[in-house]
């Protein structure tokens, strides 16, 4: 085969991954190695699977597994795999970053924990059939927003809800709280709302985040139009079954765009999220602006904008208890961690982040 042709053929396998011409450009000097290129659709132990322009490789990744967590492969990423006839085969390296969804494994502890790679959409998917916790939502879409990626709620199961203007005060409310974001409503059940959430999902890749039981799994195998996720037995609507998915797994979509599928997280510690929070509670930096005083900490200070509005019913007060909370919470864990550390991890996909949306946003004109 002939070099042109090669890789016409890589574009062609890869494509429907999210292999794009950027993704080349990055490959390219690891060409002449003899190396594939290739996206992580699943690890596990020291182990992962690699979709290449030769179908799925087994590949170890004991090579780019170091001490640091942060640097460990993940689903998402895009790597440079060993070719055939090297035993085992290594995953020698992966291409840096454009974006990334990380947690703190626990709050007390300072360890970063990298969920899914080079995503467009982090959907936060949140079950109806449960108490809307909207504090856990604001800290989901704190690490959401910090990704890199564009955050969207999505409100599972709403056949569930009794009546129309349930669903309508349960929608609004999750809408306050989540400024900027688009909140979706489906009911897998019913089959509604899932062209809405197909359209989002239909350019780039999409994570599914959120806790077990939420029906991320059922939302994959809807869209998929087949059941390939495992989802959790009938009648367990509290969420707190076991976790039914246990891997990160990514899948092709057969109307385009690529899903991440996640084991449920039952809590998720904020990590380096300072600029997240700030956009999950947009509208209190807004407000802020416009206090008295530059260090307002809107606590009893005159001409506080913040207290004005919930003196006035405009910001509950809810909204500024949690950004303080959150805020907070994030102080702690930067404390704790390397500053080095964290801009060496960032550097990388700040940059290609921006790179990568502003060449999508030109692409297709997109809806954020
Ligand atoms: N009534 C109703 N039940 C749903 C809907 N979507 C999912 N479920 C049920 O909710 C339960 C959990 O769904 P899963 O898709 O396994 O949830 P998950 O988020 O993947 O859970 P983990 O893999 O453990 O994280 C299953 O019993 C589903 O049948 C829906 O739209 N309506
Ligand atoms: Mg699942
Ligand atoms: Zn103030």
Known sequence: MTSSSA???????????????????????????????????????????????????????????????????????????????????????????????????????????????????????????????????????????????????????????????????????????????????????????LDVLAAVVGGGTSVLLGQSGAGKSTLANALLGEDVMEVQAARDVDGKGRHTTTTRNLLALPGGGVLIDTPGLRGVGLWDAESGVGQVFAEIEALAERCRFHDCAHESEPGCAVLDAIDAGELPERRLESYRKLLRENQRIVAKTDARLRAEIRKDWKRKGAEGRAAMDAKRGRWR
């Open 7 to 193: 890789a016409s053929s890589v574009f062609s396998a890869l494509a429907p991954y999210g292999w794009d011409e950027a993704w080349a450009d990055e490959f390219a000097p690891h060409e002449p190695d003899g190396l594939l290129p290739g996206r992580v659709i699943r690890v596990d132990r020291g182990q992962c699977d690699v979709l290449t322009a030769e179908g799925v490789v087994r590949a170890d990744t004991a090579f780019v597994t170091p001490h640091d967590p942060m640097r460990v492969v993940c689903t998402g990423d895009w790597v440079a795999v060993e070719p055939e006839g090297s035993h085992p085969r290594y995953v020698r390296t992966y291409l840096p970053r454009r974006t990334a969804f990380v947690r703190s494994t626990s709050s007390e502890r300072s360890e970063g924990q990298i969920l899914a790679a080079n995503i467009d959409h982090a959907i936060v998917a949140v079950s109806l059939a449960v108490e809307l916790d909207l504090g856990r939502i604001e800290r989901f879409l704190a690490l959401a927003w910090e990704s890199g990626a564009q955050p969207v709620v999505v409100l599972t199961k709403a056949d569930l809800v009794p009546d129309a203007v349930t669903l309508s005060h349960l929608v609004e409310d999750v809408e306050t709280t989540a400024p900027g974001v688009p909140v979706l409503t489906v009911s897998a059940t019913l089959g509604e709302g």
